[in-house]
């Protein structure tokens, strides 16, 4: 049984950093890469970052140069380090598994099937 535990998130003031953490059960780093997601208000559900067990990384545009994502393996667990925080970054953040898939850059977080997906975690920038 999968789950993807997150932790991390919170209330800031716009320039401040939160991390976000995600630990994984029932999983392997080696099976499958991981992501973040997030849903403003209004708004879809979008991919934010990604890292594969060779540490390959994406990052969506409006998080370049801000946000880092990292992993350790040993204890299933990736981050997400948020810098210089926005009030454009307030969101529902999800962890997500995409078990060998490629991630969308959209998705129906938390329920779009094939991937599995944390409860998320709310980040409030003001």
């Known amino acids: 049984h999968v789950q993807l535990v997150e932790s991390g998130g919170g209330s800031v003031r716009a320039g401040g950093s939160l991390r976000l953490s995600c630990t994984a059960s029932?999983?392997?780093?080696?099976?499958?890469?991981m992501g973040w997601y997030r849903r403003a208000p209004g708004d879809e559900c979008r991919l934010v970052s990604t890292?594969?067990?060779?540490?390959?990384?994406y990052y969506a545009d409006s998080v370049k140069g801000r946000f880092t994502i990292s992993q350790d393996i040993a204890k299933k667990t990736v981050y997400l380090q948020m810098n210089n925080l926005k009030p454009d970054d307030t969101a529902e953040y999800y962890c997500a598994a995409d078990m060998g898939r490629v991630f969308p850059l959209v998705a129906s977080c938390s329920t779009q099937g094939g991937y599995y997906w944390g409860q998320g975690t709310q980040v409030t920038v003001s």
């Open positions: 890292i594969k067990l060779d540490d390959t990384k």
């Open positions: 029932g999983l392997t780093f080696a099976e499958s890469g």
